[in-house]
């Protein structure tokens, strides 16, 4: 089983929509959780932490569930500059490594 | 905002030549890092590095790499023999905290291309 799992994609959605992306991890003991966004041949970047309460930026809200090592990220009215490969990433041993999902691929269009 | 920088930016070597791939940390994070990216694939973790040490390193950091801290602020890693399968894009990361709650930084890469 893949460490960090996700739908590739790629989810094509109108400007305006609003869209979801999950990720499964497999190791429960992973301590802490986040959102990347990288674009084509450029380096990842830290979209936002991930907490079990759940946490909220602007127009994107990420979701931690530890009962079922489930994350998500949710984007609301889609701009085509969030057009991009979206990283579901954990740590895995207190700050040691990171374990990368292999990416959604997201395209906004007009 | 504070940035990781890496140079150069490409590097073209012959397979079987050393190359030193070098990164400048933000200035007062402690965890440095080494990422690789081949073409089309996920990002996978190299090796970790903490208080002048590796802390952690995965499979594929075998003994032809190896990574140095030598002054205050650069942070390489080094492939004595490169293979055709190095080819890839390399990302130095670092972070303040260790238990990186505080995210990672990227730089943008060094492109790495053995012929």
């Known amino acids: 089983r893949k460490e960090v799992e996700q739908d590739p994609g790629p989810f094509n959605v109108p400007e305006g929509a609003t869209v979801a992306f999950n990720c499964t991890y497999s190791?429960?003991?992973?301590?802490?959780f986040f959102w990347y966004r990288q674009d084509c041949r450029k380096e990842p970047k830290l979209l936002m932490s991930?907490?079990?309460s759940g946490n909220e930026d602007g127009r994107f809200t990420a979701q931690l569930n530890r009962a079922s090592q489930y994350i998500s990220l949710l984007i609301r009215d889609s701009k085509l500059s969030d057009s991009a490969t979206y990283l579901c990433v954990a740590d895995m041993e207190y700050g040691n490594k990171l374990v990368f999902g292999a990416g959604t691929i997201l395209r906004v269009k007009s | 905002e504070p940035e990781v920088t890496q140079t150069p930016s490409h590097q073209v070597t012959q397979m079987g030549q050393e190359v030193i791939l070098r990164c400048v940390p933000i200035?007062?994070?402690?965890?440095f890092y080494w990422y690789r990216q081949i073409l089309g694939q996920k990002v996978e973790f190299l090796v970790s590095f903490y208080n002048n040490e590796i802390s952690e390193k995965s499979e594929i950091f075998d003994d032809q790499f190896s990574v140095e801290r030598p002054d205050g602020s650069n942070f390489t890693l080094k492939i004595r023999s490169t293979k055709l399968e190095d080819s890839a894009m390399y990302f130095c990361?670092?972070?303040?905290?260790?238990?990186?709650?505080?995210?990672?930084?990227f730089g943008s890469g060094t492109r790495l291309t053995v012929v």
């Open positions: 200035s007062n994070h402690l965890y």
């Open positions: 990361a670092s972070t303040w905290g260790g238990d990186s709650g505080y995210g990672y930084t």
């Open positions: 991930v907490y079990s």
């Open positions: 190791n429960s003991a992973s301590q802490s």
